[in-house]
Each structure stands twice: as C-alpha cells, then as structure tokens.
C-alpha cells in the first residue's frame, strides 16, 4: 500500500546548486501535504507543509509545488548546503476526511557535497 | 524551543515480554501521536490520542497495544507480549491542534529490539 511515493532513494548534488526532491501520491482524499527532514537518530523535524489549495508554498531556500491534477509535489532547496544532507520524508494527509494520520513515503536521503 | 522527548532511547527486550516506552510531548499540545519504522521500511501511523482518548488508530495497532496519558505530562506506549516484528523505532509526536490545523512535531524516537 504505497498511498505516498518516493522514487528516488538518494539525490547528490553540488554545494549552492538545487536539490529537487520529488513525491508521488495516490490518494485523491489527501489535502494537506508535508516535507519532514530526518538526521540519523533523531526523530523527523518539520520543514514545510502545503494546502491542496496551494500550488506553492515557500519559506527561505525551501519551496513545495504541487500539481494536484499530476498527484506530485516536489521540494526545491536553493542553495543548497551540506547541513541540509538528511533522509527528506514526503507526508501527506486527509484533513477533509477528519483523519489524524500523516501518511509518509519511504524517504530520499540527500548528500550535499562542498 | 520546546521539544518531544522519548525514553529510553533504546530498549532490548525478550520475545513475550511487555515494554513501555515513554513520550513527553510539547507541554500546550493537545493532540499525541505514536508511529514506527521497521528498518529501511516507511514511518506508520499507529495511533492518535485526545482528551484522553483514541481518535484513530491504525490495523497495526492490534490488541498487544495500549496507550495512556498517566500523567498531566507523560504519554506512554504499551506492548503487552512483543513478537520479533515489533522491533522497529517508535516515535512520539504532538501538536497544539488537529493534523487538520497544526503540525505533528515528532521525538528522537526510541528502538526498540525484541531478541
């Protein structure tokens, strides 16, 4: 039951070049849309979040587009750094639907080289 | 800037046994949440927790678990006979309101190895 997809396991890139991390979803009740970043033992800390009725979200080098009618939504990172090298999650939920639950993909692990 | 913690950070338990793994949450937040991930697998929801109560709880969590709020500050996890596939790590989060309002903040987590 792969509701939230990552395709691509790992993304290495140049320091102060982009990153562009990409997801996939299958649900059409999903309306609400996260990027977690995740370092190795520690717990997912929140990045940036879009509404379904958003088409961008931006917050400093952070960015999030959805394409509702594609089911995608991707996270751009300009410039970026070697601190931002982590496991980046994908989240989505159903707010509509009244459900608590974030649905997570299975993660993209960025290597940002100097 | 206020935090989730989780204790212990790692928990080593026999196959049949019962665990309890601990959460503070962020102390406003209302609504409390258990996920985990097996290794190399994908972060799951297990449970939603408000007011005292199950909101919403997922297939896996069966009847081995429970959760409680024993406290006005602790938040806990039981397993009440784990099985080998109960090793994973268990993270806590909390938020001030609904998914549909806030963001879930999550803890460092807690792993959990039933031998």
């Known amino acids: 039951d792969q509701q939230v997809k990552q395709n691509s396991p790992s993304l290495s890139v140049q320091e102060g070049r982009i990153s562009i991390l990409n997801c996939d979803y299958t649900?059409?009740?999903?309306?609400?849309f996260l990027w977690y970043k995740k370092y190795p033992a520690e717990g997912p800390t929140f990045l940036i979040s879009?509404?379904?009725?958003?088409d961008k979200n931006e917050d400093g080098r952070f960015t999030v587009f959805l394409n509702k009618s594609a089911k995608h939504l991707s996270l751009h990172i300009v410039p970026s750094q070697p601190g931002d090298s982590a496991v980046y999650f994908c989240?989505?939920?159903?707010?509509?639907?009244?459900?608590?639950?974030?649905?997570f993909g299975k993660g993209t692990k960025l290597t940002v080289n100097p | 800037e206020p935090e989730v913690t989780q204790t212990p950070s790692h928990q080593v338990t026999q196959m049949g046994q019962e665990v309890i793994l601990r959460c503070v949450p962020i102390?406003?937040?209302?609504?409390f949440y258990w996920y985990r991930q097996i290794l190399g697998q994908k972060v799951e929801f297990l449970v939603s927790?408000?007011?005292?109560?199950?909101?919403?709880k997922s297939e896996i969590f069966d009847d081995q678990f429970s959760v409680e709020r024993p406290d006005g500050s602790n938040f806990t996890l039981k397993i009440r006979s784990t099985k080998l596939e109960d090793s994973a790590m268990y993270f806590c989060?909390?938020?001030?309101?609904?998914?549909?309002?806030?963001?879930?903040?999550f803890g460092p987590g807690t792993r959990l190895t039933v031998l």
């Open positions: 879009i509404s379904s009725i958003k």
């Open positions: 989060a909390s938020s001030f309101l609904t998914v549909s309002t806030d963001t879930q903040y």
């Open positions: 989240a989505a939920s159903a707010r509509q639907g009244g459900s608590e639950k974030l649905v």
């Open positions: 649900n059409s009740m999903f309306d609400y």
């Open positions: 927790f408000y007011n005292n109560e199950i909101s919403e």
């Open positions: 102390s406003n937040h209302l609504y």
